[in-house]
């Protein structure tokens, strides 16, 4: 396998320097200039960058920045700007066939089998606890904070925990399904403060051996398991940030699943990424190879075509834009700790993290990207649910 340097040694001279025409075209529908001065313009250190744009799309523009053939002074404005006009989907109408192969496979193939459930932990969630301890608050929660009152992540994370804690109107003695509990920051502050009962659900081992260290002496179950592999009743259920990795031809089973498992007048919270538009090429195929396997976001018709006959609606909360900021933390954080991580991860991995956390938060900048709430109930439940938005001290 090629070195970093010899990768850039191998492309260097491989295409003129002069950016073509569509690129400068479609880079400029944003806003965007190729060895500009603007903070958010690309600077090109090789003109291979050109070549691999041309011949593999989005997923040749972020693999050129992690091999370090362009940079840019400010990646979440430059995001924010290719986001917000779309240029990655009009990049997609010269790459038919690739774009035909992504609808195929995410249209035909069951992407989040059982089988294949798994896949995401081993490739992202356990790369290394200690990457997402640097990166993260001391609740290790690794999904949007609630910035409304909170001066820093260690509150915005804390408020999130106890705005769901309270929408569920968790008493003490019920018991709480957290389908996806990541580290258990979730079921540990649920467990303290509201005396609940919690079984948490992942597919990460490294998370699953986190958080059972983590609950000890609490009344906190984790297990190692897929969702659709849970037994039993509870009074509540929760799932924060999983829904993305069930996928589109999951969502009746994953819903049917939850009523299965909630009791009739309980309460289901579902907490998830979502996108403004339901097109399935909006799959960045960088993220996808990247980052989060297998992933597919939501429109909100996709969910509410699944909850017909199964669920109401009583409450949708979107505060998308907090993810940005909480994105924007993440990344200042992964950047101080750098020199502690050095020593285990190379510089491809540290631009391929960079990119992802700047990449994501112009996504919710742009507005392209939601950050929702949901609360659910059977039919069969006669309380009335009053929705609030509680200011968490």
Not at 98 to 115: A, C, D, G, K, T
Not at 148 to 173: F, P, R, T, V, W
Not at 297 to 313: K, V
Not at 331 to 353: C, E
Request: charged fraction near 25%; include cysteine.
């Amino acid at each position: 396998m090629k070195s970093y340097i010899e990768k850039q040694d191998s492309y260097r001279n491989s295409m003129p320097d002069e950016p073509p025409a569509i690129l400068r075209k479609l880079a400029g529908m944003a806003g965007v200039k190729f060895n500009g001065e603007s903070p958010w313009d690309i600077q090109v250190n090789d003109a291979a960058v050109y070549d691999m744009i041309l011949t593999k799309g989005s997923l040749g523009f972020g693999e050129a920045y992690m091999d370090g053939l362009w940079d840019c002074r400010s990646l979440d404005q430059l995001f924010t700007r290719l986001t917000a006009a779309r240029v990655q989907d009009r990049l997609a109408i010269w790459f038919r066939l690739p774009m035909i192969v992504r609808i195929i496979r995410h249209q035909i193939f069951n992407l989040q089998s059982i089988s294949r459930a798994f896949q995401v932990g081993k490739l992202h969630y356990d790369i290394g606890n200690d990457v997402f301890e640097a990166m993260l608050d001391s609740t290790m929660s690794y999904s949007c904070g609630y910035w409304e009152d909170a001066d820093n992540l260690e509150e915005a994370q804390q408020k999130k925990l106890d705005m769901i804690c309270q929408k569920l109107e968790l008493k003490s003695g019920e018991r709480l399904l957290d389908i996806g509990c990541g580290w258990g920051g979730l079921a540990m502050h649920a467990a303290r403060n509201y005396g609940v009962e919690v079984v948490g659900v992942t597919v990460s081992k490294q998370q699953e051996e986190w958080a059972r260290q983590r609950c000890e002496g609490l009344p906190v179950e984790i297990l190692l398991s897929d969702y659709r592999d849970v037994t039993g009743k509870f009074d509540k259920v929760v799932s924060v940030g999983m829904f993305e990795h069930v996928g589109l031809k999951n969502y009746g089973v994953f819903f049917d699943k939850v009523l299965e498992l909630l009791k009739d007048d309980g309460l289901f919270l579902l907490h998830t990424i979502g996108t403004d538009r339901s097109e399935v090429w909006a799959i960045d195929p960088w993220i996808d190879k990247y980052i989060f396997r297998n992933g597919r976001l939501p429109a909100a018709r996709n969910i509410t075509a699944a909850l017909e006959d199964r669920f109401l609606i009583e409450d949708w909360h979107n505060f998308g834009l907090d993810y940005d900021r909480t994105l924007m933390s993440w990344w200042n954080n992964f950047n101080q700790a750098w020199d502690s991580l050095a020593g285990k991860y190379d510089l491809r991995f540290y631009r391929m993290w960079k990119y992802y956390l700047h990449c994501c938060a112009g996504f919710f900048r742009s507005r392209r990207g939601q950050l929702w709430q949901m609360i659910l109930t059977k039919r069969q439940r006669a309380q009335v649910y009053r929705s609030t938005r509680p200011r968490v001290y």
